[in-house]
């Protein structure tokens, strides 16, 4: 409570509008919402394994790093999702001093902020590009490709959810993001690939003057304008860095405003560019919440397949329990079944990271718009949705004045008899006033003749 100069009392401060990163702090709440999670673990689930697919049919041979990160995707992909979850809850896996804890290593996760760990997990194909060989090259595109596919769809219904909730606190059903999604598809999809045809064409002229160089005269020719081919570079450059920064921007672009993929282009590149500082720091923020809602949300799946275990072991004995793993025939596959049901809660789990992000830069792109274009964060492109319009006003009719009523409240038969028989009342009041208006007007010329008579002198006989 603040007492202001005029002697008003100030109860209440808006911290939101006095600090605008706070809103950041909405984010996990709408990540953890059963929406939120059900899209982005459909999305992790197709993107894993739409890679391993990939990686199993076109993977490379050799001993390369990026052939062994693509080779990792056939038998490891599932794996490193689900083991980045524990079955115990404990915290994450700080360096330590050696341990006599054999569980010391099942009950630590590895450290996971959300934003960082997606970004560079969905941009991996790209950053390996430079060294890659054509085959490899070729499935990285592949990667690419599916994953920008997959994310268009999910990520967007997801931004579309977060954006007018963050703007307006509306919440957009289910059915409402998918549609948005479906018919914006090509907007998400191809905005990122706009950067991409760019640094294409400035590639090949300069790829031109690498064929040129084959030659020792080549080398000199090219040298004179070897300059134009570092403007080149430089071009590539920015639109290499603003396609691996403000690419979750793009999403952000079209879910708030509705416009197609040139607009979200320019305007995540003109908020990476002239704010680079501000979005630093709303990524940092950003990244240590996701963090701290990473630690919350691991313990929290941890401790549900910890207790279920320790539940059934009262009944069958904690050795039964471990012997699990080692059954075969009808048990075997009874330990199958229920291995499912704990991987399907383990990645449920690492969905809430894919969904954080998705948040998160929605929520980043709110106040990059605010610092740039100051726009208030209320500001948010609704569909022509019935399932997502807020407010909105009735259907409106004509009385028979001319006067708009609510169509559903308008005058039927029985209003119309209703308002009949209240203009005859009207009538019958205004002749009853008539009438007694006129008996006070005769009684008062009946006063003034008796008064005249009294006035007048006696006659003479």
């Known amino acids: 409570m603040m007492k202001e100069e005029?002697?008003?009392?100030?109860r209440t401060v808006a911290w939101p509008e006095i600090c605008p990163w706070l809103n950041i702090f909405r984010v996990f709440r709408i990540a953890i919402g059963v929406r939120v999670l059900v899209l982005a673990t459909t999305g992790l689930l197709l993107t894993v394994g739409m890679w391993g697919l990939i990686a199993a049919v076109l993977g490379p041979d050799s001993d390369s790093d990026t052939a062994t990160w693509i080779n990792q995707h056939i038998e490891d992909n599932w794996r490193v999702v689900t083991e980045s979850l524990p079955d115990k809850p404990g915290l994450p896996e700080w360096p330590v001093a050696d341990t006599n804890d054999p569980d010391a290593e099942n009950s630590r996760a590895p450290i996971m902020d959300s934003v960082v760990t997606v970004w560079l997990r969905l941009t991996e194909p790209l950053?390996?590009?430079?060294?890659?060989?054509?085959?490899?090259?070729?499935?990285?595109?592949?990667?690419g490709l599916t994953s920008l596919a997959i994310w268009a769809f999910f990520g967007?219904?997801?931004t579309r959810i977060a954006s007018v909730e963050l703007a307006c606190g509306e919440r957009v059903p289910m059915g409402a993001?998918?549609?948005?999604?479906?018919?914006n598809f090509w907007s998400y999809f191809t905005a990122p690939l706009v950067p991409l045809l760019g640094i294409v064409l400035m590639a090949?002229?300069?790829?031109?003057?690498?064929?040129?160089?084959?030659a020792n005269l080549g080398v000199l020719l090219v040298s004179?304008?070897?300059l134009l081919a570092l403007l080149a570079g430089l071009v590539m450059t920015l639109f290499l860095i603003g396609l691996l920064f403000g690419f979750p921007l793009m999403w952000g672009t079209i879910s708030t405003e509705g416009t197609d993929s040139f607009d979200a282009l320019s305007r995540s590149y003109a908020y990476v560019f002239?704010?680079?500082l501000h979005y630093l720091f709303y990524i940092l923020v950003a990244a240590v919440l996701g963090a701290l809602g990473w630690l919350l949300v691991w313990n929290f799946a941890a401790c549900i397949i910890q207790l279920t275990y320790w539940s059934a072991s009262w009944g069958c004995g904690e050795p039964r329990i471990k012997e699990l793993q080692t059954l075969v025939g009808v048990g075997g596959v009874g330990f199958a079944i229920l291995n499912f049901w704990v991987q399907c809660v383990k990645f449920?789990?690492?969905?809430?990271?894919?969904?954080?992000?998705?948040?998160?830069a929605s929520a980043i792109y709110l106040l990059l718009r605010r610092d740039v274009d100051a726009t208030e964060m209320d500001e948010v492109y609704l569909d022509e949705d019935a399932d997502e319009q807020p407010y909105g006003l009735p259907p409106l009719a004509a009385d028979q004045g001319g006067a708009p009523v609510d169509e559903e409240e308008s005058p039927g038969e029985e209003p119309e008899e209703e308002s009949r028989e209240g203009e005859s009342a009207e009538k019958e009041d205004e002749s009853e006033a008539d009438e007694s208006s006129e008996t006070e007007s005769s009684s008062e010329g009946t006063e003034e003749t008796g008064s005249l008579e009294e006035d007048r002198p006696p006659e003479e006989g």
């Open 348 to 360: 449920i789990a690492v969905g809430f990271v894919y969904g954080y992000f998705w948040v998160a």
């Open 6 to 10: 005029n002697g008003g009392i100030l």
């Open 204 to 214: 090949v002229p300069v790829w031109i003057l690498g064929l040129i160089m084959n």
């Open 156 to 158: 967007g219904a997801i």
């Open 224 to 226: 004179f304008v070897w």
């Open 127 to 143: 950053r390996r590009v430079l060294a890659a060989s054509p085959r490899e090259l070729f499935c990285l595109l592949l990667f």
């Open 274 to 276: 002239q704010r680079p």
């Open 177 to 183: 993001a998918l549609r948005h999604a479906c018919s």
